[in-house]
């Protein structure tokens, strides 16, 4: 009688789901605009705290969506990153247009 020894962590851990064909067959029928939209979201839900069965969940959709062909990689490195800081402030900054109202003299 062989008695398997693990700590409670390993047992934990330790799961034979596939996630990588799981994410595999959840963007099969998505075309690429719909692609961006879930990337986007798994990024933002990544970022929340979340169990590891739902990480390692979003971690391989992101992974299958970045390895997808025919997408742009510098849209998904934006909504990776964030829009840069030039960005933010020229889109939403304090002096965005005109500050100062031309107004016909006289």
Request: glycine share 8%; net charge positive; charged share 40%.
């Amino acid at each position: 009688m062989v008695r398997e020894t693990y700590t409670r962590r390993q047992a934990r851990d330790y799961d034979e789901r596939n996630y990588h064909g799981d994410a595999v067959n959840l963007i099969k029928g998505l075309d690429k605009y719909q692609l961006y939209e879930l990337y986007e979201i798994v990024i933002e839900k990544l970022s929340y705290g979340t169990t590891m069965k739902r990480e390692k969940e979003l971690l391989a959709v992101k992974k299958v969506i970045e390895e997808k062909k025919g997408l742009d990689t510098s849209r998904l490195h934006r909504a990776r990153q964030g829009r840069s800081e030039m960005a933010k402030e020229g889109a939403h900054g304090e002096k965005s247009g005109r500050t100062t109202v031309n107004r016909k003299k006289g």
